[in-house]
């Protein structure tokens, strides 16, 4: 299983800080990334602070990662890149 560029393991999950740069863009990802994480009936964990939104993967049933958060992950990261640009896609 290959955790995706910029997310990191820790230890039973996979965690990426995204580098908002202000609370409003921070709430927009979080909105997105709630849009996205219901769609797919799998919810991280995420923490809103400024300027940044830590997410944090697991499938909680397993208590492991699986595909379902590397899914999830890829379409966070797809996000990120459309809504964010400016970023140049780092988090």
Same mark, same amino acid.
């Given at each position: 299983? =290959?955790? &995706?560029?910029? /997310?990191?393991?820790?230890?039973?999950? @996979?965690?990426?800080?995204?580098?908002?740069?202000?609370? +409003?863009?921070? $709430?927009?990802?979080?909105?997105? @990334?709630?849009?996205?994480?219901?769609?797919?009936? +799998? +919810? &991280? =964990? @995420?923490?809103?602070?400024? &300027?940044?939104?830590?997410?944090?993967?697991?499938? +909680? =049933?397993?208590?492991?990662?699986?595909?379902?958060?590397?899914?999830?992950?890829?379409? @966070?990261?797809? $996000? /990120?890149?459309?809504?964010? &640009?400016?970023?140049?896609?780092?988090?």
């Amino acid at each position: 299983m =290959d955790i &995706p560029t910029g /997310w990191a393991e820790t230890g039973k999950t @996979i965690q990426r800080t995204f580098r908002t740069g202000s609370f +409003h863009d921070g $709430v927009t990802l979080v909105v997105a @990334i709630g849009q996205l994480a219901d769609a797919a009936d +799998h +919810h &991280p =964990d @995420i923490l809103l602070t400024y &300027p940044t939104v830590v997410v944090t993967l697991m499938t +909680h =049933d397993e208590g492991r990662v699986t595909e379902r958060d590397l899914r999830l992950a890829a379409q @966070i990261d797809r $996000v /990120w890149q459309e809504r964010f &640009p400016a970023s140049g896609g780092q988090g």
